[in-house]
């Protein structure tokens, strides 16, 4: 079974650019979360999707915005960049709503200058 | 609001000795605890997954055990190697949420 893939995995964006970065879901998995991680924290949750429809969100600005496709994979948005939007975004995948734990990616590295 | 606090936040130890990492979480109401392993600027790993009604897990060389009273959970690693040097992160699934709540993690380095 293929694991959670993300792209692109490094991103070098401009302050006030928008950047969208891409997760496809391990096979047979129907839930996407998505997280934000600052150098030296635990990853932020920033939303997460089941089934296509928006099942929870952490404490970020509406410019941060997502999307599930039919086959479960995943966009995260972002507006209006910032530097301190700076930081390792990951996604994770899983069964239902997390009750047979969380499968994450690899990452995309996104660095706003 | 849940908060997860890791401890210590950095280790060192000599290759082949036994140690332990400590987890705790302030709202015992969870489904689960999972204990992730990141190196250097890469993602996740999932090493155990321990259900609300477990006490204990077990992969390898790896145990995690969970006190949901008391808000803890432990992971042991017995005979650690080079190769187990990474950051080891602990993140609960609150009862309700279905989000994870992570802890900073601890960074452990084991010395050949």
């Known amino acids: 079974e293929t694991g959670v893939t993300q792209s692109p995995t490094h991103l070098i964006k401009t302050r006030g650019q928008q950047v969208t970065l891409r997760c496809s879901s391990q096979?047979?998995?129907?839930?996407v979360s998505w997280y934000q991680q600052a150098l030296g924290q635990g990853p932020q949750f920033i939303f997460q999707y089941y089934r296509e429809e928006e099942n929870g969100r952490g404490n970020f600005p509406p410019r941060f915005s997502g999307l599930q496709f039919p086959n479960y994979s995943s966009e995260l948005n972002v507006n209006a960049l910032e530097l301190d939007d700076s930081a390792l975004y990951l996604c994770?995948?899983?069964w239902g709503l997390g009750d047979y734990g969380y499968t994450f990616g690899s990452g995309t590295r996104l660095t706003v200058v | 609001k849940q908060e997860v606090t890791q401890i210590p936040a950095a280790l060192s130890v000599p290759e082949g000795e036994n140690l332990v990492l400590n987890c705790s979480f302030t709202d015992s109401a969870i489904y689960n605890l999972q204990w992730f392993r990141q190196d250097p600027g890469k993602g996740l790993t999932s090493l155990l997954l321990i259900q609300s009604s477990q006490r204990e897990q077990t992969s390898g060389r790896l145990n995690a055990s969970l006190d949901k009273s008391s808000g803890r959970s432990t992971l042991y690693i017995a005979a650690s190697q080079p190769g187990d040097s990474a950051t080891y992160l602990c993140?609960?699934?609150?009862?309700?949420?279905?989000?994870?709540?992570f802890g900073k993690g601890t960074k452990l380095s084991v010395i050949p």
């Open positions: 993140a609960v699934v609150g009862a309700g949420s279905y989000q994870l709540t």
């Open positions: 096979s047979g998995h129907n839930t």
């Open positions: 994770a995948s899983s």
